[in-house]
C-alpha cells in the first residue's frame, strides 16, 4: 500500500515534478529589488536603495540556499479493511533535502469518506537547525460512511523553503482502495433456531445424545459411560442408572440478499438508509447472531452484476468473510436459473432467511418456491417506512410508485396467507416472535 514520489526508485502514476522551482513571491522580490536598484542609479536616489534593500537581502539568501537534491514522498493507508463508521487514515511519509522549511499535504474530497480535517489539508513546520533532515509523517483521517469498495485519494505533497522562495511539487500519489465492511446493526434473538441438524451448535436436539443440557435418569445400559452413572438414584433403586442429555446440534441458516433494485437515498452510517443498506447490514447482523450461537451459515446474493455466493461456515472467521462478500454487494437484475442452482445445497432442515425489499417478481417468486418446496423460510422486509419517490418526480412516475406499492401488498399478503413469515427489519427482537413458532412447529411435527 505504499507508493513513492520523486527521488527514489518507484514514482507515482501521473507525471511527478523532479526539480525546484520558483516560488511567484521569490520572482517578485528578485524583480523589485532589481528594479529598485537600477532606478536609484538613473535618478540618484539612494534611499530606494535602502527600500529594496531588505528584498534583495531575502532573494539574494534563499538564491545562495537553493536545495540540491529532491525529497522523496509515499503514501500508505493504516488500514486496508475498515467497517463503516471507524475510523481510517492516509499517512505520509516524507524525507526532505537540506534546506526545506515546510512540508505540506491535500487530500482529495471523495464519496462517502470524512476528511479530518475537514478541507483535508495538513502542515508542518520542520526543523532544519542541526543542518540534517529527518523523515517527516504526515497523517490525515479518512473514516468511511458506507460498506462498499472505495477509493481514498489522490493526495498532494508538497515542500517549500524558507521565505517560500522555492517549491518542490505539489506532487500526486495516486488513490488508495479500501474495503469496507457493512456494520451489522444491534441485533439479538432470544428465540432459537427450529429444527437444529448438526451436532456442534448451542440448540437442544429433540432426541437424546452427547451433549450438555440434562434430559432425563433411565437405567444403565451396556455402552453408557461410568461417568454417567447417578449414584444417588443407583443406591435408592440398588440398581445403576446414568442420567441422560439431548445432543448439542447446530442449524444450516442460509441467508439470501435480495439485491436486484436499490430504492431510496443513502446518506451512509450517519444518515438514511436505502433499501440495499438495510439488506446488507440486516444479513451482517443476521451472520453475526447465528455464528455467534454456533450455527453453520451460507450466503448467497442475487445480483446480475454481482452475484455472490459462500458455502456453510462456522466461527468468527465465517462471520468476517460474509461481511467482505456483502462490501461486494452491488444492485442489478439477474437470470431466473439462479434459484435452481441454489436450491441443490440446501438440506430439508436448513433455514432459510430472505432479506429483501420485496420489489421485484423475481425476489417473491423465489420465496413461494423455496416455501413450496418444503423449506422453512422467514422473509425481512427491508424497504422501510420511510422510502419515497424523489420529489423531483414527475406526477405520472409518483403514480406509478404508489401503484407498484399496493401491488406489492398484494403480494406480500399472498405470500403470508401460503405459510411464510414477513418480518419488517426492526433490529434487535425482530425475529424473535417468528422463530419461536416456527420451533413450536418443528416440535409439534416431530411428536406426532
Not at 129 to 149: C, F, K, N, Q, Y
Not at 304 to 310: A, D, K, V, W
Not at 342 to 350: C, K, P, T
Not at 414 to 441: E, F, K, N, Y
Request: charged share 25%.
Amino acid at each position: 500500500m505504499t507508493t513513492t514520489a520523486p527521488g527514489s526508485s518507484r514514482t507515482t502514476g501521473s507525471p511527478p515534478q523532479s526539480r525546484w522551482r520558483m516560488t511567484h513571491a521569490h520572482l517578485r522580490a528578485v524583480l523589485v529589488s532589481t528594479a529598485g536598484v537600477l532606478l536609484a542609479l538613473l535618478a540618484r536616489r539612494p534611499d530606494l536603495v535602502v527600500l529594496v534593500a531588505p528584498l534583495a537581502a531575502i532573494a539574494g539568501w534563499s538564491i545562495l540556499d537553493t536545495p540540491r537534491g529532491s525529497p522523496a514522498a509515499s503514501s500508505r493507508l493504516t488500514r486496508r479493511v475498515v467497517t463503516e463508521g471507524d475510523r481510517a487514515a492516509v499517512v505520509v511519509d516524507m524525507t526532505p533535502t537540506d534546506g526545506a522549511e515546510l512540508v505540506s499535504t491535500s487530500l482529495a474530497a471523495t464519496p462517502w469518506m470524512n476528511r479530518r480535517p475537514r478541507h483535508g489539508a495538513r502542515v508542518q513546520l520542520l526543523e532544519t537547525g542541526d543542518g540534517t533532515s529527518e523523515e517527516v509523517r504526515l497523517v490525515t483521517g479518512a473514516d468511511p460512511r458506507r460498506w462498499g469498495t472505495h477509493e481514498i485519494g489522490p493526495m498532494l505533497v508538497g515542500t517549500t523553503t524558507a521565505w517560500g522562495a522555492f517549491r518542490w511539487g505539489p506532487v500526486t500519489l495516486p488513490a488508495r482502495t479500501v474495503r469496507v465492511l457493512p456494520a451489522p446493526v444491534a441485533f439479538d434473538a432470544s428465540a432459537p433456531a427450529p429444527r437444529p441438524r448438526g451436532l456442534v451448535g448451542q440448540h437442544r436436539s429433540a432426541r437424546p445424545g452427547e451433549g450438555t443440557e440434562f434430559a432425563t435418569i433411565r437405567p444403565f445400559q451396556w455402552g453408557d459411560r461410568l461417568k454417567r452413572i447417578h449414584w444417588a438414584r443407583s443406591l435408592r433403586s440398588r440398581e445403576l442408572h446414568v442420567t441422560s442429555s439431548y445432543a448439542d446440534q447446530d442449524t444450516h441458516v442460509a441467508l439470501l440478499v435480495d439485491a436486484h433494485i436499490e430504492l431510496g437515498r443513502s446518506e451512509g452510517i450517519d444518515g438514511a438508509a436505502s433499501s440495499l443498506d438495510r439488506s446488507v447490514r440486516a444479513a451482517a447482523a443476521l451472520a453475526e447472531h447465528f455464528v455467534r450461537q454456533g450455527d453453520r451459515v451460507s450466503l448467497q446474493v442475487f445480483s446480475g452484476r454481482t452475484p455472490l455466493r459462500l458455502p456453510p461456515g462456522t466461527g468468527q472467521r465465517h462471520g468476517r468473510r460474509v461481511r467482505d462478500v456483502l462490501s461486494r454487494v452491488s444492485p442489478g437484475q439477474q437470470r431466473d436459473d439462479a434459484l435452481r442452482r441454489f436450491r441443490s445445497g440446501l438440506g430439508s432442515g436448513s433455514l432459510v432467511v430472505m432479506v429483501s425489499a420485496l420489489v421485484s417478481p423475481t425476489a417473491l417468486a423465489r420465496v413461494a418456491a423455496l416455501a413450496r418446496s418444503g423449506l422453512t423460510v422467514v422473509v425481512v422486509d427491508a424497504l422501510g417506512e420511510d422510502t419515497a419517490p424523489p420529489p423531483d418526480w414527475e406526477p405520472l412516475d409518483a403514480l406509478a410508485w404508489r401503484i407498484r406499492m399496493l401491488e406489492r401488498d398484494r403480494e406480500t399478503r399472498r405470500i403470508q396467507h401460503s405459510g411464510v413469515p414477513v418480518v419488517p427489519w426492526a433490529g434487535p427482537g425482530s425475529l424473535d416472535l417468528v422463530l419461536r413458532r416456527l420451533a413450536h412447529r418443528g416440535r409439534a411435527g416431530a411428536s406426532r
